[in-house]
């Protein structure tokens, strides 16, 4: 019955933990979106910024995302 238990848990802490980690993955793949197509778009915001500060940001949140994807799909807890 214990086993039963801690094999429950485990599997509910890992369910969480990859519904976070695919969240995080799309906040960071959509907010790499914008700021690579933000002026396309017509957000003035993003159109005003730096070119290489939103490129590089955008490509830090791009590759963060693809780090949170990778390691939702692969339950390495």
């Known amino acids: 019955m214990n086993n039963d238990f801690e094999s429950r848990r485990r599997k509910s802490y ?4 990859m519904i976070y980690d695919l969240t995080m993955a799309g906040l960071m793949i959509g907010m790499s979106v914008i700021l690579f197509f933000g002026d396309k778009i017509g957000l003035d915001l993003i159109a005003g910024l730096d ?4 490129y590089g940001f955008g490509a830090l949140c791009l590759l963060y995302g693809g780090f949170r994807v990778y390691r939702g799909i692969k339950h390495d807890y």
Do not use: E, N, V, Y
């Open 51 to 54: 070119s290489l500060i939103r």
């Open 14 to 17: 890992t369910q969480m933990r």
